[in-house]
């Protein structure tokens, strides 16, 4: 009788990996936000909800204080399939931040959406500006800060896209003139919300943490090997249920037997019918970001967990020089793999 599976207890420690992805448009976009936030009256800060901690960025806590925040957790589709599971972690969530607001976004949820539209309302309408409103959203690399401005707009005043959005971070890379949502109060202006690049925190505190953001699209696919990230998805869909991937392979630790039976599946085969490891790999990480197998969060939510965080990022996080030094070791590393996939 064949012993049962037993997934790996834990994800080996990877010192080697990438530990920031901090470029020059992130901090010349950050600084710009900083001097035009005397014209800004709300910050909306989008998180990841599959990572609602690893996808802060102290940096906006630290550089755009002194406007009210709205934290939204974007992409909740991605992570959450609507359980009493989920329910219980959305709560801790909204203790984290309290006394300030926490929503929770689909941007395909029209409910969702008119949610955040009509905090915006209620706080323009507190406001009572003749010239209207301006909000700026922020957050890390393809979080969905372009997705939820054209979800606004869409359910808002009714018009199209106003953003460009795509699977690979760096789309945005310039602070966008004001785009309408909603119209104002009788006697006031419109609702604006300012697109703005995504910025990487300068310093990930762990290789984990990097393995986290890199799976949910926050740095290029270039960066850190595709069969690496699918072996850390590998080991949490094991976690959470084997069957996510039971059409490909049985129960399994090895991602080797994993991506090569994907390849021989998917049809993804080199010259000689050699599987295309590579290629498979890209193929699962995108099913996964899809939602195509499994919903669920990467991080670990537990009452305090936020705080825990912060200690853990204290002296990490606002490091600009330490982010500089980091974004060269980054275009090394990316030379190297160019000169190691010619060779």
Not at 14 to 35: E, N, Q, V
Not at 74 to 81: F, N
Not at 275 to 290: F, H, N, S, V
């Amino acid at each position: 009788m064949a012993s049962p599976f037993v997934p790996r207890a834990f994800f080996p420690y990877l010192d080697s990996l990438p530990r920031s992805y901090f470029l020059g448009h992130h901090a010349s976009g950050l600084s710009k936000m900083k001097t035009m936030l005397s014209s800004i009256d709300l910050v909306i800060e989008c998180r990841d909800y599959r990572v609602p901690l690893t996808s802060r960025n102290p940096l906006f806590e630290a550089n755009l204080s002194g406007r009210e925040r709205l934290i939204v957790y974007t992409k909740r589709d991605l992570g959450s399939v609507g359980g009493e599971q989920d329910g219980l972690r959305e709560q801790i969530i909204r203790q984290w931040h309290l006394p300030s607001c926490v929503l929770f976004s689909d941007h395909r949820d029209k409910k969702d959406v008119r949610r955040i539209l009509n905090f915006a309302k209620s706080h323009a309408a507190q406001k009572n500006s003749l010239t209207g409103m301006r909000m700026l959203v922020v957050g890390m690399p393809n979080v969905g800060k372009s997705s939820l401005l054209n979800a606004l707009r869409m359910v808002g005043v009714g018009k199209g896209k106003a953003a460009y959005t795509g699977a690979q971070p760096g789309i945005t890379r310039k602070i966008s003139t004001g785009v309408k949502i909603a119209e104002g109060l009788e006697e006031g202006g419109g609702i604006y919300l300012v697109d703005t690049p995504g910025v990487f925190v300068p310093y990930v505190p762990n290789a984990e943490s990097m393995l986290k953001l890199a799976l949910c699209g926050s740095v290029k696919d270039t960066i850190i090997p595709p069969t690496t990230l699918v072996d850390y998805l590998l080991y949490h869909l094991n976690q959470h249920s084997p069957n996510h991937y039971a059409a490909y392979h049985p129960p399994t630790n090895e991602i080797s037997e994993f991506l090569e039976a994907v390849a021989w599946k998917t049809g993804r085969l080199q010259k000689g019918g050699i599987p295309d490891m590579e290629g498979a790999a890209l193929w699962i990480i995108q099913r996964w970001r899809d939602g195509l197998m499994g919903r669920f969060v990467l991080d670990r939510v537990v009452e305090g967990g936020l705080e825990m965080r912060a200690r853990e990022e204290e002296g990490l996080g606002g490091s600009i020089n330490q982010a500089r030094k980091l974004e060269k070791e980054v275009k090394r590393m990316r030379v190297r793999a160019r000169h190691l996939d010619g060779g």
